[in-house]
């Protein structure tokens, strides 16, 4: 489920059911969130009926926050957003931050310009709808709103934490943050990174540069890609 093979999920679902094992509602949350990523609306949908109507289990903030991310993913937006407001629990602010993340996929400026200042009021320390109002406004090329929001987000001292991952060679971890410049093999790293860019596009390769919501040249935007 969390690789997009969704489809392979819902099989796998399929067998525990012939084999008499019953699901809880943990694997419902899979079940959903693998159709979600896999984009299966109708499957989303059924399985999330189903588990009331088949197996007598009430859904739960995380089940709902799945089908909304899903709606939302799907550009259906006021599905997604009546979902929100009839949960029979209060709205959080996760349940807005799903339909946010889908209006900053779709470039919904209207509707995620409302929910992210909703969201600031729930939670106004929480940097991600700051960051994700502001991807918004520059996607859609208004780069002053954009620079608005980071403006505001500063005044009031909320920080967003870098990006990081790791992985594990011979048993060691790396550590690598976004803009990292601390790595002990950071000369080989870039070095290596340049190597393969070059390489990418010998073979055809351009780089979508809408992805880099910065108001740059082309140039620096390739670079940031």
């Not at 995620?112 to 909703?118: D, F, I, Q, W």
């Not at 406004?137 to 980071?150: D, I, Q, S």
Request: hydrophobic share 40%.
């Amino acid at each position: 489920a969390q690789n997009g093979h969704g489809k392979v999920a819902l099989g796998l679902f399929k067998q525990m059911n012939l084999q008499g094992l019953k699901p809880d509602k943990i694997t419902f949350i899979i079940i959903l969130f693998a159709c979600s990523h896999a984009g299966l609306l109708d499957d989303g949908w059924h399985y999330f009926v189903s588990m009331s109507r088949d197996h007598s289990m009430t859904p739960t903030v995380k089940h709902y926050g799945c089908m909304i991310d899903l709606l939302g993913r799907a550009g259906q937006f006021d599905e997604a957003e009546d979902m929100v407001n009839s949960m029979p629990f209060e709205p959080y602010a996760t349940a807005w931050m799903s339909f946010l993340g889908a209006c900053r996929i779709h470039g919904n400026v209207e509707q995620g310009v409302r929910t992210a200042e909703y969201i600031i009021e729930l939670d106004p320390n929480n940097a991600s709808p700051f960051v994700l109002l502001s991807n918004i406004y520059a996607a859609a090329g208004e780069w002053k709103n954009a620079t608005k929001v980071r403006k505001v987000m500063k005044d009031r001292g909320v920080m967003k934490k870098p990006g990081c991952s790791y992985i594990e060679v011979k048993k060691r971890v790396h550590e690598f943050v976004a803009g990292d410049a601390l790595h002990p093999q950071k000369e080989d790293i870039y070095a290596e990174l340049q190597r393969l860019s070059r390489q990418m596009e010998e073979s055809g390769y351009l780089p979508d540069t809408k992805a880099v919501l910065r108001d740059a040249k082309e140039v620096n935007k390739e670079r940031i890609l």
